[in-house]
């Protein structure tokens, strides 16, 4: 118990010390340094820069086939939507509910099988946003 209070005491003392007023920013410095900055792009491919973010999945090698692969095997986990390029939180969704309870990954394959079979492609999943990509 008397570890606890002490850690408490040091606590509030380096709270008590360590206040915002005691650091500075340079203005200039901050501005002279966003003038300097370069716009970086992740998928900066030629003219693909401008396209839609699946279009820059598809250009940058991204298959069919390895996305029918992800559905199947680890469809429950969410990998396929982060390689499709969908939004960076859906895999979390996936995971949590065990894709669906495997209803969704289920679902998901059969409409992303038919898209392949049919060969209209998966280019319509590709940067889905949405939790049921398929509607």
């Known amino acids: 118990m008397k570890k606890f209070f002490l850690a408490l005491v040091a606590m509030f003392a380096i709270t008590a010390v360590a206040s915002a007023a005691n650091y500075t920013a340079d203005d200039s410095a901050i501005d002279?340094?966003?003038?300097?900055?370069?716009?970086?792009?992740a998928f900066n491919l030629?003219?693909?820069?401008?396209?839609?973010?699946?279009?820059?999945?598809?250009?940058?090698g991204n298959n069919d086939v390895v996305s029918l692969l992800l559905t199947f095997f680890l469809g429950w986990t969410g990998i396929h939507r982060m390689y499709m390029g969908s939004t960076p939180w859906m895999w979390i969704l996936y995971l949590l509910t065990g894709?669906?309870?495997?209803v969704v990954v289920l679902l998901d394959f059969v409409f992303e099988l038919i898209g392949f079979v049919d060969g209209s492609g998966l280019?319509?999943?590709y940067d889905n946003p949405n939790?049921?990509?398929?509607?």
Request: proline letters at 3%; aromatic letters at 10%.
């Open 99 to 102: 894709g669906g309870f495997g």
């Open 123 to 125: 280019g319509k999943f």
């Open 32 to 41: 002279a340094a966003i003038e300097n900055a370069i716009d970086v792009n």
């Open 131 to 135: 939790i049921l990509m398929w509607l």
């Open 46 to 60: 030629g003219n693909t820069a401008t396209a839609p973010l699946g279009a820059a999945y598809v250009a940058m």
